[in-house]
């Protein structure tokens, strides 16, 4: 146990490439998007054209799957200039459906982790992740670790303030909040902001909007295992 976690009193989750692998669903679509629209431009310009859309996107239409796919079609039908055929435009909304039938099969540690941290009951356990709602429900669902936490959360970003809403909610102070994630961005620097601590632990794959430059802090540990949280925690 690290000592440093005396003071614990809740452990956040993020979910998506914490929990279950995501990233790799979406990179696999994209790709595939690029493959559809191959005759029409260098997949390099096609995956600028691409993030382009999706951030003139997200003010309306946010994170996850249904976002992407829409920002895939705007952009096929952009950059080819109105001639993508109608079969084009299915095989890449097909490829975004599958995105969205994630099955969300726990990472290797996860089940071990969550169920070593409840069986303490030391913790208040929850979980915080950004996206679409009826999304994120049904990937927990499908996960089959919704029994694990005591508040699930899902929110349109992940600011200092949500952060220290949430903690408002489990009744603790932001010091005595731990969250764990993979994204610098997200799930660490809000947190230490407010003065809480954070696991990270990187994803094997990052989405280009989630990147930012990381930094040494006294509240942040890096791990390359979630089976980490519970050995610093027990």
Same mark, same amino acid.
């Given at each position: ?6 003071? =614990?009193?809740? #452990? ?7 929990? !279950?692998?995501?990233? *790799?669903?979406? $990179?696999?679509?994209? /790709?595939? +998007? ?8 260098? $997949? %390099? !310009? ?12 997200? *003010? ?8 992407? +796919? ?10 080819s200039g109105g001639r993508a055929t109608a079969g084009q435009i299915l095989r890449i909304e097909e490829a975004g459906r599958r995105i969205m039938r994630n099955p969300? =099969?726990?990472? *290797?540690?996860? #089940? ?9 009951? $030391?913790?208040?356990?929850?979980l915080l992740t950004k996206g679409e709602l009826l999304e994120q429900e049904n990937k927990l669902r499908r996960s089959g670790l919704g029994h694990f936490f005591d ?9 200092? %303030?949500?952060?220290?809403?949430? +903690? ?5 102070? *932001?010091?005595?909040?731990?969250? #764990? ?9 809000? #947190? ?14 990052? !989405? /280009?909007? %989630? ?10 540990? $890096? ?12």
């Open positions: 146990m690290n000592t440093e976690y005396d003071n =614990i009193k809740a #452990v956040v989750f993020d979910a998506d490439d914490t929990l !279950w692998s995501n990233e *790799p669903l979406f $990179r696999a679509a994209e /790709q595939e +998007c690029f493959d559809v629209l191959a005759e029409f431009g260098e $997949r %390099e !310009w096609l995956a600028s054209e691409l993030f382009r859309t999706e951030m003139d996107n997200m *003010p309306e239409l946010g994170y996850g799957s249904k976002a992407f +796919c829409l920002s895939m079609i705007e952009t096929a039908v952009r950059v969300a =099969i726990p990472l *290797p540690g996860v #089940v071990e982790t969550l169920t070593r941290l409840s069986e303490s009951g $030391r913790y208040r356990i929850a508040l699930v959360d899902i929110v349109s970003e992940k600011i200092p %303030e949500v952060y220290s809403d949430l +903690c408002a909610r489990l009744g603790i102070t *932001p010091s005595e909040m731990l969250m #764990v994630g993979n994204s610098f961005k997200s799930d660490i620097d809000p #947190v230490l902001k407010i003065g809480g601590k954070g696991i990270y632990i990187p994803a094997e794959m990052t !989405w /280009q909007h %989630e990147i930012v430059e990381e930094y040494d802090h006294p509240g942040l540990l $890096r791990a390359t295992s979630i089976v980490e949280v519970a050995h610093n925690l027990l």
